[in-house]
């Protein structure tokens, strides 16, 4: 399949060390967010999510910081491993939008053994 | 895993045939959308659906059209396709216990 990764803003990283991705969303009206991983050729795959009433949460290997203030997300990933280069991209959730995501045009994470 | 299997998964068609995706759900998701993903663009929503038989338009619906007969399917259709519609389709449904929306893996379709 064709690659989504061409014209986007590019992270490269070294393999074990943490990897940060930023995104701005749009509406200071959105109230929750989810991160996703794209690999090449397949569809995205859900990460992590936040709702706006917090300001963090953590998964495995990976924590998503929430500042409204700013409208800034942000994805980290401890110890990036080869298998997570793919394509990350934030979405948000207006409040009373018939559950509609908003999505971003997503970072590459490029990570060198 | 939402239960989200797409078909085709690659296709190859004319300008000006039709053209119809099939999304199929085994999780009894009440809302499905379709989106598509071309370069320099985020996802973005073509229709989507909150029910049987109920529809609704999203962001890029011209020359797309939907369908929803019952729970565990949702169709696409290009009625006349148009090389701007070669593109990446992704359909997607709602967790019922949430706000979380899961994809298929797409569709790649292009239009020649």
């Known amino acids: 399949g064709e690659s989504v990764g061409l014209h986007l803003p590019t992270l490269s990283v070294q393999e074990g060390d943490n990897s940060i991705i930023n995104c701005a969303y749009s509406?200071?009206?959105?109230?929750?967010f989810i991160w996703y991983k794209q690999e090449s050729g397949k569809g995205p795959q859900f990460i992590i999510d936040i709702r706006s009433n917090m300001d963090k949460r953590q998964g495995q290997r990976v924590t998503v910081l929430l500042n409204k203030t700013v409208k800034h997300l942000s994805l980290q990933i401890a110890a990036t491993q080869p298998g997570d280069s793919a394509v990350y991209f934030c979405?948000?959730?207006?409040?009373?939008?018939?559950?509609?995501?908003?999505f971003g045009t997503g970072t590459l994470l490029a990570v060198q053994p | 895993d939402a239960g989200i299997t797409q078909s085709p998964r690659h296709k190859v068609t004319e300008t000006g045939t039709p053209v119809t995706l099939r999304c199929h759900q085994t999780e009894n998701h009440r809302y499905m959308y379709w989106y598509r993903q071309d370069p320099g663009h985020g996802l973005r929503l073509i229709h989507y659906?909150?029910?049987?038989?109920?529809?609704d338009k999203g962001e890029v619906s011209d020359g797309y059209s939907v369908s929803r007969s019952k729970t565990e399917d949702f169709l696409l259709t290009l009625e006349s396709a148009t090389s701007s519609q070669t593109s990446v389709y992704f359909c997607a449904a709602r967790d019922n216990s949430g706000n979380t929306i899961y994809f298929g893996e797409g569709s790649w379709l292009t239009v020649v």
């Open positions: 979405a948000e959730n207006i409040s009373g939008a018939t559950n509609k995501l908003i």
């Open positions: 659906s909150y029910g049987v038989k109920d529809t």
């Open positions: 509406n200071s009206a959105s109230d929750y």
